[in-house]
């Protein structure tokens, strides 16, 4: 798995700019929307079937078995904090995008561009945890870390989507090599006392062939 991987991300690790990610931008927003969509509507089919008991635990029944939902939990929050910091690890690339790939930017697009990228994935991001665990709340082994988990493995729907995810998340490891060879690029330039532009865009082709074996060798080691 790791070398298939290794052999699907590597050409991407060669881009020297974010438009050649475009389509994979295509692809995880797809893969996140179906993923976003098969949680939902699984977990409405399952509340359906299932009403939720919205018991709360100093009222438990003896006769009626009864979860109650947990709004909220107090050391558990802190992880969960950390979890959802971590999930926009890749979001600092919209700077760039905005800055160089937007046609025409401006401060108002730019500032828009950006306010609505955080609030359409921190809507999915919600949709995603709340449906996922109404679906499983109330099973035994608890919910799983791994919302996609608590789903059958025979799932046709489910395993559709843990590919779509398989691939968004192996295609966005590139989104975090860009930005390294561009810091390693700015380096070494400003290093060498080349200024910002025609001698930075010659030093930088001839740096971009060596950024090439770089990026294969980061590639390789964290894979």
């Known amino acids: 798995v790791q070398v298939l991987s290794l052999v ?25 929307l179906a993923l976003i969509a098969a949680v939902v509507i699984l977990s409405i089919i399952r509340i359906i079937e299932n009403p939720v008991q919205w018991v709360p635990p100093a009222e438990p029944s003896e006769t009626v078995f009864a979860v109650s939902i947990k709004y909220f939990s107090g ?29 025409a930017p401006t401060k108002s697009r730019s500032n828009e561009a950006i306010r609505w990228t955080m609030v359409s994935v921190a809507i ?16 035994p082994v608890g919910v799983s870390g791994d919302i996609l988990l608590n789903f059958p493995s025979d799932s046709i729907l489910v395993n559709i989507v843990r590919i779509g995810l398989f691939l968004t998340l192996d295609l966005s490891y590139p989104l975090l ?47």
């Open 8 to 32: 699907v991300v590597f050409p991407y690790c060669l881009r020297d700019n974010m438009s050649g990610f475009k389509w994979i931008a295509v692809l995880s927003i797809v893969a996140m």
């Open 75 to 103: 050391t558990s929050s802190f992880l969960a904090i950390s979890i959802s910091s971590v999930s926009y690890l890749c979001h600092f690339n919209i700077l760039p995008v905005v800055v160089e790939e937007m046609h």
């Open 124 to 139: 999915m991001y919600v949709a995603f945890a709340v449906f996922g665990y109404l679906y499983a709340y109330d099973m």
């Open 177 to 223: 090599v860009l930005p390294c060879y561009q810091s390693l690029e700015s380096l070494v330039t400003e290093l060498r006392g080349y200024e910002v532009g025609h001698s930075r865009r010659s030093f930088s082709s001839k740096l971009w062939s060596k950024g090439k074996q770089f990026d294969c060798a980061v590639s390789i080691v964290t894979a």
